[in-house]
């Protein structure tokens, strides 16, 4: 597996090797955070722990209006404001978010969730590559994947920092994940759980499958190839006949 980190390689340098290359006419792209690995309630447990500590109470709905896309830095700073939290440190509450973050991460994910594990299983029968996307640090999502022995399984894992100026992930990470990878962008299927993640791999031109949770099941989906309501094994037969279709 390859780390990739903001636009610096962080594992192996180079591209796919020229063997992956030959044999690949697809590549498979996931939402590790929450397709592969169900981590929002995870998340916004760990991040309700610290700020209930600071007289803050990070409701459900709190979580979905301020943090479910924007960047970390921008969602607290709305969250603190409405709270009327203002002279708490910006930096320093988000320093223990992102510790506690990580940590819960670690310990809860402890499994992927069998859809993936059939999804890369049945990519790799078709000598498809498969790529992740993650919004966590390279390290912790590379751990993530140890943990569950999926980690030889995802040829690139690429982190979108924690923090842009805009709502991310932006299609650049989609893009700069299909080309360290030498598959075009119309070759490449998107596995993704959130409306920004869709939108950003529609507007490269991918294909993409919808796979909504629980905080995001009312977003919009339009221009997907398919919306799961269940990502069961049925969603994995569909969308590898999908891709294997043309």
């Given amino acids: 597996m390859k780390l990739l980190e903001e636009a610096k ?5 180079g591209q796919v090797d020229s063997s992956d290359r030959a044999r690949s006419q697809r590549a498979v792209l996931i939402d590790l955070d929450n397709a592969a690995f169900h981590c929002r309630k ?11 500590e600071k007289g803050i109470a990070l409701t459900r709905h709190l979580f979905i ?9 921008e969602a607290l700073e709305a969250l603190l404001n409405a709270s009327g939290k203002q002279r708490l440190s910006r930096e320093k509450l988000l320093a223990e978010l992102e510790e506690a973050t990580k940590a819960a991460v670690l310990e809860k994910a402890a499994s ?14 078709k ?15 590379g751990r993530m994947l140890e943990k569950c022995g999926m980690a030889a399984a995802v040829n690139i894992l690429l982190s979108c920092g924690t923090d842009t100026e805009k709502h991310f992930p932006t299609s650049d990470v989609w893009l700069r994940l299909a080309k360290q990878m030498n598959i075009t962008p119309r070759r490449c299927g998107v596995v993704a759980s959130c409306a920004v993640l869709v939108q950003a791999a529609l507007s490269c031109g991918m294909r993409v499958f919808a ?3 629980d905080f995001t099941s009312f977003q ?20 590898v006949e999908i891709l294997a279709g043309g």
């Fill in 112 to 125: 992927a969730t069998p859809q993936f594990s059939a999804l890369v299983k049945a990519a790799q029968e």
């Fill in 42 to 52: 995870i998340v916004m447990e760990a991040m309700a722990g610290v700020l209930e």
């Fill in 220 to 239: 919009d989906f339009g221009g997907a190839e398919a919306v799961y309501e269940k990502f069961d094994e049925a969603a994995v037969r569909n969308i």
């Fill in 211 to 213: 796979t909504p949770d």
């Fill in 65 to 73: 209006k301020h943090f479910l896309d924007a960047p970390p830095s």
């Fill in 9 to 13: 390689v962080t594992g192996k340098k």
């Fill in 127 to 141: 000598g498809w590559l498969v790529g992740a996307v993650t919004c966590l640090d390279v390290e912790t999502a």
